[in-house]
């Protein structure tokens, strides 16, 4: 038997067996009736209906023009904005790693052997709206492994959490965590300079681009678990989520994205806004991080609240990011909002927070819209999406409440408060002083 | 509402200038709309309705839909610490020592320095700045305004605060010396019994970590203490009741578990951020401790703290934003950021309120101060805009 297969029949298997005890599909349609909806694919619909089903969106529209099925359970949302569940894609929640001091480069090392799915940082994320997370391995590497993109399921184990995809080996969807610039600079055995960097990673890329012509022409080739997902790199499977922060870095990372094909998204991308002509040229996606202030290392001196709006300008499409624990997960909405007080429209920021980062990650079939089919991911907000005073109300995913402001034991996690947390943290600074 | 922020509309006088508002929070009063605030040689003239108070020939317009005094920050350490965060501009925690009160804040203080003028540009006026936290005592604190190229120019009050700390970041600032609470709690009353008995002698050899502590010890600077746990905060009380110094409480995270005993002691709080990240000393940091403060009656205050990574510093009304929205009654938040800040920190004379006779430090927002879309569109330090681009 073909080992690619069984891998992948594995995924689904246990996706299969494990998602029942995870969670209760509703057995009954639910309908929200009279909430503001905005379905982001299309234009928002006051008075508005969504009707869910098994975990997925069966009807969104206005009141009337949607039949709301016999035996639903009719929910009143009135005085409520609802919106699909915000994907964050680049996270550090859960209370993982990555690559160790042992090597600038582990393509071999997956994140998901090293999530904590009761870590706080999950809980703190569902009261902000995310749903679903990028959740990235690092820092401080050129390429700090491999990424996992989860849906923020009240879990039991990481595969209550994890998202089938069969064009991966493992079966699982996820990316490659690469970065330039300052962060992977040390002593040996990792890079000194930029070029250094440069350099290592394209070596990476053509021993993986042999390695694929192997596999393409030879029987029985050994396995080889760095290369493989870089393989799925290049075969456009496995998309490379790219830390860069100066202009000429970003440059570099659009330079090998031409020379080897990979499909990539640029993150944090400080001096977009200085070449952001040539990311929308590169037609490469960013996933942006607004920050209160510039500053705090040499790379983070440009990062100003302007870069959404520079970026939807050119053309290039944008989402954001908290890079949870650099900002908190509850306050998600707040980094849209500083990009809307810059000039970034309303449209393109909400955009930005769903649909635009469920491309970036290849989901853009199941979730960071309301549409007929898609999970039913979505959050109750209490107002205005970029006002201060709104809160999440509720959030759902695939058709099951994970967090409900109105419960007193759930409120805590979006408040904080004594022993509410255990202080589960990324720490930035800490971890191998990455820059 | 957006387009409110106008450019100024004359360049007659740049000594006299008009603001008018659609709504002005002089935070001595109820909130007057439709007002207009007159600016004479850097001071306020007159304040009132735009019914009554007319704009005479040459004064340069500004006018805004929101208006409010400066923005007072009672805790950073921006100009000490600078934006690049290498060693060349990180001056507010000097580590040979974990006890070095006679540290001046204004030998260190850049006024120049780029996140003093991006505070400013957002409608921060006054920062209460200085050494950080994470030594024993790492040094004093300063006042100035956020506008002047020179400390000298900014200042306001040159020594106002003697930093401490009670904490674990001290034992790891310091090599594990000292490595406990108990430890740190004993070298500090050692340092105040030796400053008593410094204070006691006649015409002691200059010790100028002692003549610091004496300044504390009879009340002429006061002791900003940070500490975040309750075990912290009382060994922060029983200090000063031991010593009777005058004593502000920093951080405090966990000041809603001792609501009684802090309103006993009648002390100050200098809240931490709100959004201060939840983890080792400040887990059990709460977006509502504002408002459980302000319901008890317990005086407090809102900071932009220090911050070791990105962003490199927070933005102190941002962080009061996150308060109002988590119960703070708006006016209450406001008034922390203005005059009950200016009067904690003995400034109310100069700043915090539009008044006349006042300093003139106002901030010309685009909309509600907290919204996260609003704009500040004008900054007037001392009569002079400090900056008229909307950010």
């Excluded at chain 1, 904080?416 to 255990?422: S, T």
Aim: proline share 5%; hydrophobic share 40%; charged share 20%.
């Amino acid at each position: 038997m073909n080992p690619k297969v069984s891998y992948r029949l594995l995924g689904a298997l246990l996706c299969l067996l494990v998602i029942p005890l995870g969670v209760t599909a509703q057995q009954v349609p639910v309908a929200f009736e009279g909430a503001t909806i905005y379905p982001i694919s299309s234009e928002p619909i006051e008075n508005g209906v969504l009707v869910v089903h098994e975990g997925k969106i069966v009807a969104v529209g206005a009141a009337g023009s949607v039949s709301i099925p016999a035996d639903a359970e009719r929910r009143d949302a009135s005085g409520f904005i609802i919106m699909p569940g915000l994907v964050d894609t680049h996270s550090h929640i859960g209370g993982g790693d990555g690559g160790d001091r042992s090597s600038p480069l582990h393509p071999d090392v997956r994140i998901m052997d090293a999530i904590d799915v009761r870590s706080d940082t999950f809980k703190k994320a569902r009261t902000g709206g995310v749903t679903t997370a990028n959740v990235m391995p690092g820092s401080g590497h050129l390429l700090s492994g491999q990424t996992i993109y989860l849906k923020l399921r009240n879990a039991r184990t990481i595969y209550d959490m994890l998202i089938p995809d069969a064009r991966l080996r493992d079966g699982f969807a996820g990316g490659i965590k690469m970065a330039n610039g300052t962060n992977p600079l040390r002593a040996a055995p990792f890079p000194g300079t930029r070029a250094r960097s440069a350099t290592l990673q394209r070596g990476l890329f053509i021993e993986a681009e042999a390695y694929r012509e192997r596999l393409q022409n030879e029987e029985n080739v050994p396995r080889n678990l760095r290369l493989e997902p870089i393989v799925e790199a290049l075969n456009g499977d496995r998309i490379v989520h790219f830390h860069t922060h100066r202009h000429d870095d970003i440059l570099t990372v659009l330079r090998m994205q031409r020379e080897f094909g990979f499909r990539v998204v640029l993150h944090h991308v400080t001096d977009a806004w200085l070449v952001a002509d040539e990311i929308a040229a590169a037609g490469v996606p960013s996933s942006i991080i607004v920050l209160d202030t510039p500053g705090g290392k040499l790379e983070a001196l440009n990062l100003l609240y302007k870069s959404g709006r520079v970026l939807e300008e050119a053309g290039a499409e944008v989402s954001f990011h908290t890079d949870d624990g650099v900002t908190d997960s509850r306050l998600f909405f707040r980094m849209a909002a500083f990009a809307v007080r810059d000039g970034m429209s309303r449209q393109k920021a909400l955009e930005a927070l769903t649909l635009a980062a469920a491309r970036q990650l290849d989901m853009e079939d199941r979730v960071g819209s309301l549409e007929p089919g898609k999970d039913a991911d979505f959050i109750l907000l209490t107002g205005d999406p970029f006002s201060v005073y709104t809160h999440v109300q509720q959030t759902w995913i695939e058709g099951i409440k994970v967090f409900d402001r109105a419960n007193p034991d759930q409120l805590p996690y979006a408040t904080g408060g004594h022993e509410i947390f255990r202080g589960d943290y990324f720490d930035h600074y800490s971890v191998g002083g990455a820059q | 509402m957006l387009a409110g922020c106008s450019a100024p509309v004359a360049q007659l006088n740049a000594q006299n200038i008009a603001v008018k508002g659609g709504i002005v929070y002089t935070m001595a009063g109820d909130p007057i709309e439709d007002g207009v605030v007159l600016i004479r040689n850097g001071r306020i003239e007159r304040v009132g309705p735009a019914s009554r108070v007319s704009i005479p020939d040459g004064y340069e317009v500004f006018e805004a839909p929101v208006v409010t005094p400066g923005i007072i920050d009672t805790r950073s350490v921006v100009g000490l610490a600078g934006i690049l965060n290498i060693p060349h501009d990180q001056d507010q925690l000097e580590t040979s020592n974990p006890f070095q009160p006679d540290l001046r804040a204004i030998d260190a203080y850049n006024a120049r320095e780029d996140l003093v003028v991006w505070l400013r540009n957002l409608g921060v006026t006054t920062v209460h700045t200085g050494h950080g936290p994470g030594a024993l005592a790492s040094g004093q604190t300063l006042i100035a305004k956020t506008w002047g190229q020179t400390v000298d120019e900014a200042v306001i009050n040159p020594a106002a605060m003697v930093a401490f700390t009670l904490g674990p970041s001290v034992s790891s600032n310091f090599g594990g010396s000292p490595g406990t609470r108990s430890r740190m709690v004993s070298m500090l009353r050692a340092e105040f019994i030796k400053a008593q008995e410094y204070m006691a002698r006649e015409n002691p050899t200059r010790d100028l970590k002692m003549e610091t502590m004496v300044k504390v010890l009879n009340g002429e600077m006061r002791a900003m203490i940070h500490a975040h746990q309750v075990s912290e905060i009382m060994s922060a009380l029983r200090l000063q009741e031991e010593f009777g110094f005058k004593l502000v409480l920093e951080g405090a995270s966990e000041a809603y578990l001792l609501i009684d005993e802090l309103k006993e002691a009648g002390v100050h709080i200098i809240l931490h951020p709100t959004m201060v990240r939840t983890r080792g000393e400040t887990t059990n940091a709460a977006f509502t401790t504002a408002a459980r403060l302000a319901e008890a009656g317990i005086p407090f205050t809102f900071q932009s703290g220090f911050e070791g990574y990105v962003p490199k510093t927070r933005v102190v009304h941002f962080e009061t934003a996150i308060a109002v929205a988590n119960g703070l009654p708006f006016e209450h938040g406001l008034r922390a950021l203005t005059i009950d800040a200016a009067r904690f920190l003995g400034i109310a004379d100069r700043t915090g309120s539009l008044e006349r006779g006042k300093d003139a430090d106002l901030v010309l927002w685009e909309g509600d101060p907290f919204e996260y879309t609003s704009r500040v569109c004008t900054v007037i330090i001392n009569g002079e805009p400090a900056s008229t681009r909307c950010q």
